[in-house]
């Protein structure tokens, strides 16, 4: 894939060069950082805050594909993945440590195409680089990106916070990022029969944006706090909806009714579900990597929130004896299961 163009080995800078080179161009904007780059560590003040931390690492062949990524978007994605752990405290992200490990196959120029997402993110969300490291790897790209945030101790928001009768909400669309990525997988085996066949992706930008380039839903919790609403509990839709809800009543100790006709889904992802014989309903429960934000709120803040179309109200808790349940278009009930959820269509109805 890097073939047939002048390309610069790696060797040729060395470590430390690629280190300068790569982060030659830094502007630090956050107060909290004292040192950035340079020294052995990074030194950062957050001044009498709760300093919150998360790391997520990527790996080739399991999290991402280089044949239908662009190493732009998978910059940005893995910033984008740590800073979603961050919102989903209701906290702000401030600094991002980024460590790579990559085998020799990789120009510079690659290297250079995926710090330029990085970046791009890093000034979009208003965080600062502070530091990393850089090794060889036998085989395939390693990407681990470490987030740092702070918050005042009143405003974190956990997973255990939810209590009975509090209403159930979810930013965005869910289950595009899943049927992007089946799309994405289809058009590789297709080029992979006949390489003169151009990608068919005509029409599908949204949901192939969904999984290549996700945008963490820092605009929500700036949402909420501007209506003087806090979640009682929140966490990001990395796994799927089913999941997600699962660990905030489990954590919660409660129990839930979430309704299938109020699960945001787009109609590009509905329509590409039913292409692929997939149930979209499924999709948004356990496709995940959408990167939206679940969150609880007490009843009482319902007229706050009635009119917002950044979210959508999709349940309520229950006390923990009512199980966690999907209460179907058909008004079936069914228990939530985390993964392979598949009954749905099948025996159920
Ligand atoms: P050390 O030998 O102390 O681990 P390094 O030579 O690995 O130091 O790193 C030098 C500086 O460059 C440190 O500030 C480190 O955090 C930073 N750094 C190293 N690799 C990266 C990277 N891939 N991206 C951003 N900063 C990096
Ligand atoms: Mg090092």
New binding site residues.
Partial sequence: MFENQDKTHLEELG??GL?SH??KNITLTQKSTVK???????VLDHAGKKVLVSTDMLLEGIHFDLAYTPLKHLGYKAIQVNLSDIYAMNATATQV????GMSSKFPLEAIEEL?EGIYLACGNYNVD??????TASKQGLVISVTVLGYADESEIVYRNGAEEGDLICVSGDLGGAYTGLQLLEREKLVYLENPNIQPDLEGKDYIVERQLKPEARKDIVDLLKDMDVKPTSMIDVSDGLASEILHICKQSNKGCNLYEEKIPIDPMTYETAREFGLDPTVCALSGGEDYELLFTVKQADYDKIKFKMDFTIIGYITEPNAGCNLITKSNNVHPLKAQGWNAFGASAQ
């Fill in positions: 470590e430390f280190i790569l982060t950035g780059i340079g020294d052995d560590a990074a440590t980024v460590s790579i710090y680089l502070i530091g990393g490291d850089t």
